[in-house]
C-alpha cells in the first residue's frame, strides 16, 4: 500500500500482515482495524485515530505519528525503529514488550502505562505526560525525560543513568533501588531541600 490518503475512514480494516510504504495519512480513522503483524515504512500519520487498533507484533519503521490517539488500542511486541510518536495519547494501550530504538515520543501521554521490564535506552520522553507511568525494572539509560510530568511514575530498580532529567519533579516519583549516577543523585538532594556543597 502507497499513496496519499486524506479524511478517510479505514474502520475496521484488515491490514495484518501487509506493508504499508511511503504513505501520507492525513485526519484518518483506523477505528478498530486489525494491523497486527503489519509492516510500515517511512509513512507518516497526522491527526489520525487508532481507537481499539491492533497492532500486536506490527513493524514500525523510519514512521512518524503526530497527535494521533491510540487509545485503548493494542502494540503488544512491536518494534520501532527510528519511529516518532509525537503529541499522541495511549489511554488504556497495551505497550507491554514493546521494543523501539532510536525513538521520540516527546508530548504524548502515556499516563498509567505499563512500561516495566523493557529496553528504553535513548528514548526521549520530552515533555511527556507520564504520570502514574510503571517503568519498573526498565533500562533508560540516556533516556531523556526533561520537563516531563514523573507524579505516581514508578522507577524502582530501574536504570536511569545518563537519562535527562532537566525541569522535572522527582519529590513524587518512586526511586527504590534505581540506578541514579552522580550528577542525578545530586539533582535528587536538591529537589528535596538539600543544598549540595563541596
Do not use: P
Not at 507491554?96 to 535513548?122: P, T
Not at 525525560?145 to 514523573?150: E, G, Q, T
Amino acid at each position: 500500500m502507497t499513496g496519499e490518503y486524506r479524511d478517510r475512514c479505514f474502520d475496521g480494516e484488515l491490514f495484518g500482515n501487509q506493508t504499508i510504504h511511503d504513505c501520507r495519512f492525513e485526519n484518518c480513522t483506523f477505528l478498530a482495524c486489525q494491523l497486527e503483524s503489519a509492516t510500515l515504512n517511512t509513512s507518516q500519520f497526522q491527526d489520525c485515530d487508532f481507537t481499539r487498533s491492533q497492532l500486536n507484533g506490527a513493524s514500525l519503521k523510519g514512521c512518524v505519528f503526530g497527535q494521533c490517539n491510540f487509545t485503548d488500542s493494542r502494540l503488544f511486541a512491536v518494534k520501532m525503529e527510528g519511529t516518532h510518536l509525537v503529541a499522541c495519547r495511549f489511554d488504556g494501550a497495551d505497550m507491554r514488550a514493546i521494543q523501539v530504538e532510536a525513538c521520540d515520543w516527546s508530548f504524548s501521554s502515556l499516563r498509567l502505562q505499563k512500561l516495566a521490564d523493557l529496553d528504553l535506552r535513548r528514548l526521549k520522553l520530552v515533555e511527556a505526560d507520564l504520570y502514574g507511568a510503571d517503568f519498573t525494572k526498565s533500562d533508560l539509560r540516556n533516556a531523556d525525560f526533561s520537563r516531563s510530568v514523573l507524579a505516581q511514575a514508578k522507577f524502582d530498580e530501574a536504570d536511569l543513568r545518563g537519562a535527562g532529567l532537566h525541569g522535572v519533579d522527582l519529590r513524587q516519583a518512586s526511586l527504590a533501588q534505581t540506578r541514579i549516577d552522580l550528577a542525578q543523585a545530586i539533582l535528587f538532594a536538591q529537589s528535596h531541600g538539600a543544598i549540595v556543597q563541596e
